[in-house]
């Protein structure tokens, strides 16, 4: 997610442009990878909002090798993808591989800052914002300033923001360093049917919700409308005979999906007018949901406070009030789901990783 290009103070247009709301997909596609050679005589990728496996390069881009503790992840707890590496993180058990910086919930139209660190500055770069990262390897970088991102913490300056890619990338050239019992987020046998669920995860429901929310019109709203209650539905009817989405146990497709889902009521559904119906009277969509949220790895990177504290008061032309709702009562996340009854475990023969620190 990005800090506006627009003044703070100019509320109208800064996320609302007009029409259909079309998502900037152009991110710094440099990668960090186990062998960079080898990746760099691959074929470069096809285009993909997604993410690829199996490709190397994108044209210009550059390869950074794997090196334990000389990365740092910036990941706000308040930006689904940010959520996305927070999870793949702990479920891998990077989390003394990969430093994490976090940035508090509100940005401006500068930047994220660290406000929630003291003298609101990160403790390992040292800095007040992230743009001072991008900036310092793209002076004047032109495009959103956007989380997650990837610092190289000898150099200061940002690796990539890559973000549908950072997380393959996690559970396949950083695979020497995961935990023991760590998850496989990838499994060969399913990676072929995976791939065009993701994809329509992606379009259809991560991004699905910003269409509603950022709809600049009345008619663009409507059709973003029926597009993401029709993947919605196509959802509920596809978790009602499996526990996940993929199957048994869970995948990144559950991680794609789950930080859209934990989202869904605290914002989506009021915020961004997404408001057929709550998450909560989904039958098998809320009960996922839940699973999910109980099992180490996923509930406990989720901050509900941050998550409305970021939506409300940053979209200003939506809510120029800025006024942050109490509710609603989000204890119901801990309620049981019987979801057991559909078999499967979500680690497999694996284990959960151990209590966040």
């Known amino acids: 997610m990005s800090a506006s290009s627009e003044s703070s103070e100019s509320s109208m247009g800064s996320y609302v442009t007009g029409g259909a709301f079309e998502r900037d997909t152009q991110y710094i596609e440099d990668r960090i990878v186990a062998d960079p050679e080898a990746v760099a005589a691959l074929p470069a990728p096809p285009e993909s909002k997604i993410g690829s496996l199996g490709f190397g390069l994108s044209e210009g881009a550059e390869a950074w090798p794997v090196e334990p503790g000389r990365y740092r992840l910036i990941a706000a707890a308040a930006c689904p993808w940010a959520n996305r590496t927070l999870i793949v993180r702990r479920l891998l058990g990077l989390e003394d591989v990969i430093s994490l910086g976090q940035p508090g919930p509100v940005h401006d139209a500068r930047s994220w800052t660290f406000d929630l660190d003291p003298d609101g500055r990160d403790p390992v770069l040292g800095s007040e914002r992230l743009q001072e990262h991008y900036f310092k390897r793209f002076p004047g970088y032109p495009r959103g300033i956007t989380v997650p991102a990837i610092v190289d913490v000898p150099s200061g300056g940002v690796v990539t923001n890559n973000y549908p890619q950072m997380t393959l990338d996690f559970s396949t050239e950083w695979r020497e360093f995961h935990r023991p019992g760590a998850p496989d987020l990838l499994p060969v046998k399913l990676v072929d ?165």
């Not at 039958?283 to 504290?309: S, V």
Request: with cysteine.
């Open 193 to 357: 049917e995976m791939w065009p669920v993701m994809e329509r995860i992606f379009t259809e429901v991560n991004n699905g919700v910003y269409r509603c929310g950022f709809a600049g019109s009345q008619e663009a709203y409507d059709a973003a409308y029926e597009r993401l209650w029709t993947a919605m539905d196509w959802l509920e009817e596809r978790l009602s005979t499996r526990r996940f989405v993929m199957g048994d146990t869970i995948t990144e497709a559950d991680v794609r999906l789950f930080t859209t889902l934990a989202r869904f009521d605290p914002v989506y559904h009021g915020h961004f007018k997404a408001n057929r119906n709550k998450l909560s009277e989904m039958e098998h969509l809320w009960g996922y949901a839940r699973d999910l949220f109980q099992t180490p790895g996923f509930g406990d990177t989720i901050d509900f406070t941050q998550i409305k504290q970021h939506y409300y008061a940053t979209h200003s032309d939506i809510n120029p009030t800025r006024i942050v709702p109490l509710g609603p009562d989000l204890s119901n996340w801990e309620t049981p789901h019987g979801r057991e009854h559909l078999g499967g475990e979500p680690f497999g023969d694996g284990t959960p990783p151990a209590p966040r620190r």
